[in-house]
Nanobody, 125 residues
Framework: QVHLEESGGGLVQAGGSLILSCTVS????????VGWFRQAPGKEREFVAA????????YYADSMKGRFTISRDNAKNTVYLQMSSLKPEDTAVYYC??????????????????WGQGIQVTISS
């Protein structure tokens, strides 16, 4: 059974940095992707970033480019989201999601098969 667990969230001042981790257990990636999404209060869940698990491809939402970096450690089946220059509007619950096999559109949350429970990130002004 596939299980995703996020860690690393918390409270940070504006301008600060935070690193989120997503560890996937129960299955090893041979292809597919892991994505990060977030949901702020009163808003729909939105795509943040994604990374191919067997390719070097990374993808970012426009508002995150230059501030967020996604990376992976296949040996640990873990994906990281390094977030810097954080803003109060980055406050949200952050979710990681996985797709094993072919994924057509990494920005589409419906493409992902498994989700973590989410982790709170709060940026104070």
């Amino acid at each position: 059974q596939v299980h995703l667990e996020e860690s690393g969230g918390g409270l940070v001042q504006a301008g600060g940095s935070l690193i989120l981790s997503c560890t996937v257990s129960g299955r090893t990636f041979r292809s597919g992707a892991v994505g990060w999404f977030r949901q702020a209060p009163g808003k729909e869940r939105e795509f943040v970033a994604a990374i191919g698990m067997s390719t070097p491809n990374t993808y970012y939402a426009d508002s995150m480019k230059g501030r967020f970096t996604i990376s992976r450690d296949n040996a640990k089946n873990t994906v990281y989201l390094q977030m810097s220059s954080l803003k109060p509007e980055d406050t949200a619950v952050y979710y990681c999601a996985s797709k094993f096999g072919v994924i057509l559109r990494v920005t589409n949350e419906n493409q992902y098969d498994h989700w973590g429970q989410g982790i709170q990130v709060t940026i104070s002004s």
